[in-house]
């Protein structure tokens, strides 16, 4: 089973509609950090967010938001007003310790998201 | 400030040949990893360092092999390449451990014919 599953692989939206990108996680350990990052077109990764376990306060940035639940083993993903710009493949990716020794990380598979004019 | 670069960006090898990439990160970073991209699968990890001279096996180490000599270098071979494994490979460091956020290279675009 995935640790970390974007069920969503394409999203398609019209510029200014909103849109939110799902990611759930399962884990057994009681702390983990959960992170965004994005791919645009050009191919590097950017660093967005990061979350532990112990902080289920929701964040906002600007346009985007994040809605961390852990009741639903959730951290999903709102952009405000979607841009042309926010176009990419977006992935959700947990860091746990299971089986002992160090944090790695886990990615999805992504979300692409395709904002048109 | 150069963050992590990662040498070639691209390459097309011929099946059975060998070659090494190299990655290089000047933000004193303790640990760093490799990655491979293919369609549809995310990122998934081959191979990771948790400090100089030490390596760990990833999701998907078969047919790589990775040497940590400097701190700040992190090397994936391929000694025999193999069609399969065309695709886009990303390395990544992060500060002191995996919860802290990774910085990526651009990645290195490698076909194998």
């Known amino acids: 089973a995935q640790k970390v599953t974007q069920a969503q692989t394409e999203i398609s939206v019209v510029e200014k509609e909103d849109v939110t990108l799902d990611c759930v996680y399962e884990?057994?350990?009681?702390?983990?950090?959960l992170f965004w990052y994005k791919q645009p077109p050009s191919g590097e990764l950017v660093f967005l967010i990061r979350?532990?376990?112990?902080?289920?306060q929701n964040e906002i940035s600007g346009r985007y938001s994040w809605n961390f639940q852990k009741s639903t083993s959730s951290f999903n993903f709102t952009i405000t007003a979607s841009q042309v710009v926010d176009s990419a493949v977006y992935f959700c990716?947990?860091?746990?310790?299971?089986?002992?020794?160090?944090?790695?990380?886990?990615f999805g598979r992504g979300t692409s998201l395709i904002v048109h004019p | 400030n150069a963050g992590v670069t990662q040498t070639p960006k691209f390459r097309v090898l011929k099946t059975g040949q060998s070659m090494t990439l190299l990655c290089a990160q000047d933000?004193?970073?303790?640990?760093m990893y490799w990655y491979r991209q293919d369609p549809g699968m995310g990122l998934r990890l081959i191979h990771y360092?948790?400090?100089?001279?030490?390596?760990a096996k990833g999701e998907v180490p078969d047919g790589y092999n990775v040497s940590r000599l400097k701190k700040q270098n992190f090397l994936l071979g391929l000694e025999s390449a193999a069609p399969s494994q065309t695709s886009v490979y990303f390395c990544?460091?992060?500060?002191?451990?995996?919860?802290?956020?990774?910085?990526f290279g651009d990645g290195t675009r490698l076909s194998i014919l």
């Open positions: 990544a460091s992060s500060y002191l451990n995996s919860n802290q956020p990774q910085h």
């Open positions: 884990t057994r350990d009681t702390t983990y950090y």
């Open positions: 979350r532990n376990s112990f902080d289920e």
């Open positions: 990716a947990l860091s746990d310790h299971e089986g002992g020794g160090s944090y790695i990380p886990t």
């Open positions: 933000m004193n970073h303790e640990y």
């Open positions: 360092s948790v400090g100089e001279g030490t390596t």
